[in-house]
Antibody
Framework: EVVLEESGGRPVRPGESLRLSCAGS????????MSWVRQRPGKGLEWVSS????????IHAGPVKGRFTISRDNGKRLLFLQMNNLRVEDTASYYC????????????????WGLGTMVTVSS | QYVLTQPPSASGSPGQSVTISCTGT?????????VSWYQQHPGKAPRAIIY???QRPSGVPSRFSGSRSGNTASLIVSGLQPEDEADYYC?????????FGGGTKLTVL
């Protein structure tokens, strides 16, 4: 069974940093592209970042570019999201998600999701 | 705002069919075979019900199907069930990003 478990979310002040982690199990972690998607309270889904199988290719959404960095440790089966200079508008539940197929790349075909971790940015 | 356009709401009675549209552009839906649909119940994580335009993940009932015509993708729910009441989101690969629709609240009357 594919399981994704996010951790690291907590309340922080504007300008602070936070690193989210996502542990994957039940599949060949190193063969799959992975993504982070967030959802602000009461709002829709918003794509944040994606990585291919070895983090050789990563992309980030405009609102987080230059502040957030996606990375992964295939040996430990972990996906990360380093979040710097956090803003109030980054307050959201952050989900990690796995691509449908082990084709190595990311294509936004996110068939497996974690339960999410909440990040609250407030002064 | 959201790149893909979905109707904010849709409804149908049990047993009926409902279609939810998702309109993009030639830079996303019109260019790539990577349209996905997600179902989300209140307080729950999203669940994929369609990926790669027409593919159903394991365990998703066959009453859910997807299609695409030009820059518009559609989710068809046949034989509506009470448990289908949820929010539905479409997404598409767009080359250098992944874009989402704003979501459609499906009500089963």
């Amino acid at each position: 069974e594919v399981v994704l478990e996010e951790s690291g979310g907590r309340p922080v002040r504007p300008g602070e940093s936070l690193r989210l982690s996502c542990a994957g199990s039940g599949f060949a972690f190193e063969q799959y592209g992975m993504s982070w998607v967030r959802q602000r309270p009461g709002k829709g889904l918003e794509w944040v970042s994606s990585t291919n199988w070895n983090a050789g290719t990563t992309i980030h959404a405009g609102p987080v570019k230059g502040r957030f960095t996606i990375s992964r440790d295939n040996g430990k089966r972990l996906l990360f999201l380093q979040m710097n200079n956090l803003r109030v508008e980054d307050t959201a539940s952050y989900y990690c998600a796995r691509e449908a197929l082990g084709r190595g790349a990311f294509r936004g075909s996110l068939t497996h999701w974690g339960l999410g971790t909440m990040v609250t940015v407030s002064s | 705002q959201y790149v893909l356009t979905q109707p904010p709401s849709a409804s149908g009675s049990p047993g009926q069919s409902v279609t939810i549209s998702c309109t993009g552009t030639s830079s996303d839906i019109g260019s790539y075979n990577y349209v996905s649909w997600y179902q989300q119940h209140p307080g729950k994580a999203p669940r994929a019900i369609i990926y790669d335009v027409t593919q159903r993940p394991s365990g998703v009932p066959s009453r859910f199907s997807g299609s695409r015509s030009g820059n518009t993708a559609s989710l068809i729910v046949s034989g509506l069930q009470p448990e289908d009441e949820a929010d539905y989101y479409c997404s598409s690969y767009a080359g250098s990003s992944i874009v989402f629709g704003g979501g459609t609240k499906l009500t089963v009357l």
